[in-house]
């Protein structure tokens, strides 16, 4: 049996840009960076690192969004998110938010540290047409309520999303994308190889270190996206690796953006910078 038959190839790398957002947060993006870069069901990617307090202090004030799911993964800090339907949280180390937009929601994420590394993600997950207007909802997941596993090969992953195997499922499932999410860190040297559903759209963002896939070297913040097959195979690098492996069954339907609101037509978002203005998208049923 010859299992690399089906390992998927780099197929190409997004290099993410520098660039601010919120209340000028410095972030890197990837995934979004520019209109219509995107791995379908997956629609941008942030990835925000710094010690300077200058970089995240202003946080993300008060902001409207409709039509798909944000994911805040915080490696280091905390934040406080707040929203129109009075949910409050509080995001530390280690924690996940997953916040589905829906039909509308107006939070705000902001910093609660005055000092030290703020260092996380936000990742933006596509809605299908059918579920943009379900209404708003959102989970607090605590650092213990994601599973670590050790690795055969050495390292470790953390699981936001999907299975590892059959006894080790993260928080986060049975969403419509059947998203995996999974934080990877590996030694210098070390493989890590993994089932991914031959239909679903799959990338890899190393933040620490660089890896190698398919014999092709793949640097910290860049998105590399792989193309088909049933497996993925990744080797850490000589200063060993920490990176993200996201992969999610596409939606294959029109996406329409502008800003904070993501449906499938032109109508819909005027309609949602219509219903925003009115109140509308945060009327509470
Ligand atoms: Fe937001």
């Known amino acids: 049996m010859n299992s690399s038959a089906s390992t998927r190839e780099l197929q190409r790398i997004i290099e993410a840009a520098a660039t601010s957002d919120g209340a000028g947060v410095k972030l890197r993006r990837s995934l979004g ?13 942030d990835e925000f690192s710094s010690a300077n307090t200058d970089d995240y202090v202003a946080g993300f004030p008060a902001h409207p969004h409709r039509g798909f799911e944000t994911v805040t993964y915080l490696i280091d800090g905390h934040m406080l998110h707040e929203d129109h339907l009075g949910n409050r949280g509080d995001l530390r180390s280690g924690g996940v938010q997953w916040m589905t937009a829906g039909r509308g929601i107006v939070h705000s994420e902001m910093p609660q540290q005055e000092q ?8 933006w997950i596509n809605l299908p047409a059918r579920e943009k207007m379900k209404p708003a909802g959102y989970r607090d997941i605590q650092p213990d309520e994601i599973p670590v596993v050790e690795l055969p090969g050495g390292g470790h992953a953390k699981i936001i999303a999907g299975t590892f195997d059959p006894k080790v499922v993260g928080p986060v499932h049975g969403l419509t994308t059947e998203p995996t999410y999974f934080d990877v860190s590996l030694p210098p040297g070390a493989a890590f190889s993994h089932p991914v559903a031959a239909g679903h759209n799959a990338f890899v963002y190393p933040f620490e270190g660089s890896v190698s896939i398919g014999g092709r070297e793949l640097r910290a913040h860049g998105a590399g996206v792989l193309g088909a097959g049933d497996a993925v195979e990744v080797l850490a690098g000589s200063e060993g690796a920490r990176f993200l492996l996201l992969a999610g069954r596409p939606l294959g339907e029109p996406v329409a953006q502008y ?3 993501v449906m499938n037509t032109r109508d819909e978002i005027e309609q949602a910078i219509r219903d925003y203005q009115s109140g509308e998208l945060t009327r509470v049923a």
Not at 33 to 45: E, H, I, K, S, Y
């Open 33 to 45: 960076a520019q209109p219509g870069l995107r791995v379908d069901p997956f629609l941008m990617l």
């Open 259 to 261: 800003g904070p609101f």
């Open 116 to 123: 030290g590394r703020m260092r996380g993600f936000q990742l």
